[in-house]
């Protein structure tokens, strides 16, 4: 375990699941700027790649469902693992120091 998964709460943190979510979320917001500047440059023709980042969208999203239905249940209420899981996503992205969440 390097210095910034640490960082991220268990039960995130052993879940390769929620590990999984957050890298398909990252590629799929690098792979829309790429395919952004792939249809200005290389014009619309190009526009068929925008397939990359639907498809990764849907791998984060069938991958936070796993994960939410191993975590949840180890939390008292729907309030604390939403707050929880966001700030274990803050972390694994290393966005968390001073990072405030609204209940």
């Known amino acids: 375990?390097?210095?910034w998964t640490a960082r991220v709460e268990e039960p995130f943190r052993s879940d390769r699941r929620f590990w999984?979510?957050?890298a398909a979320s990252v590629a799929a917001l690098?792979?829309?700027v790429a395919v952004v500047l792939a249809v200005t440059l290389g014009g619309s023709g190009l526009a068929f790649?925008?397939?990359l980042p639907v498809l990764l969208l849907v791998l984060a999203a069938?991958?936070?469902r796993a994960s939410t239905a191993r975590t949840r249940p180890q939390f008292d209420s729907r309030a604390q693992w939403r707050d929880a899981e966001?700030?274990?996503v803050a972390?694994?992205?290393?966005i968390d120091r001073g990072l405030r969440f609204r209940r």
């Open 91 to 94: 972390a694994a992205l290393g």
């Open 86 to 88: 966001r700030r274990a």
């Open 20 to 22: 999984h979510s957050v």
């Open 1 to 3: 375990m390097t210095g």
């Open 30 to 32: 690098v792979s829309v």
């Open 62 to 64: 069938g991958e936070a």
């Open 49 to 51: 790649l925008a397939v």
